[in-house]
């Protein structure tokens, strides 16, 4: 049976910081941090254009998640008149 190979993105606590920051990694490349959802996103699929990886579809969904999250309340603190 052949093995998924997937890139994996998950969040975890700086070590520099109280933020939270987005780790994306696979099993043959360094972990990458990241500061927000997108910069995740954009780092994920220059990984999977480079190694032919799958893009895990939990952490994909979390990642778009976010960045709707972040675009919609990016939108609601913008005056409109």
């Known amino acids: 049976m052949e093995q998924q190979l997937f890139i994996r993105v998950k969040t975890e606590k700086s070590n520099r910081s109280e933020n939270m ?22 780092y994920a699929f220059f990984l999977k254009k480079a190694t032919g990886r799958r893009i895990d579809d939990d952490s994909f969904n979390r990642m778009l998640s976010e960045i709707h999250k972040q675009q919609f ?7 409109q008149g």
Request: with cysteine; aromatic share 6%.
């Open 73 to 79: 309340t990016s939108q609601e603190s913008v005056p």
């Open 21 to 42: 920051v987005w780790v994306v990694s696979t099993r043959s490349h360094k972990r990458k941090f990241c500061r927000n959802a997108s910069m995740a996103l954009r």
